[in-house]
């Protein structure tokens, strides 16, 4: 068992010094590990995501989609870095179905005065039938 963590490279350009230019590496957190697969899960007709907390987050955002590399809609978003929860309630008007699949990606956010630095995306989490697995995200 291994843990792949990818980061995004942002770099803060405001300083003319180039000794005071600053990089932020902010990886895309990982939904927690369940022994059936990851914690997403639908109840009720909501979907419940839970994610990794990281020390270096100032807040996540989820993203939603019927399919795997295209049509995310951002469902949630919190700027509370202790928020590592989320229950979303329709997507494109819809409620959730157990029954169906659904591809769901969190992305972590960093506010450095003003400015608003994300991870990247590399990979998605598919909700299929009740089940959860790891996809690669191409989009």
Request: proline share 2%; no cysteine.
């Amino acid at each position: 068992k291994f843990t792949i963590t990818p980061y995004i490279t942002s770099y803060d350009s405001s300083s003319d010094d180039d000794n005071e230019k600053v990089i932020y590496f902010i990886p895309q957190p990982n939904v927690e590990e369940t022994d059936t697969g990851f914690d997403i899960s639908i109840k009720n007709k909501k979907l419940i995501v839970n994610w990794e907390k990281l020390s270096n987050a100032s807040g996540y955002e989820v993203y939603v989609s019927k399919k795997q590399n295209s049509g995310y809609k951002k469902r949630k978003s919190t700027n509370n870095a202790s928020t590592v929860t989320a229950t979303i309630s329709k997507l494109n008007g819809s409620k959730f179905n157990a029954k169906k699949t659904y591809y769901i990606y969190v992305v972590a956010k960093k506010t450095v005065s003003g400015t608003t630095y994300k991870s990247s995306v590399n990979y998605v989490y598919v909700y299929k039938n009740g089940h959860t697995y790891i996809g690669k995200y191409n989009g």
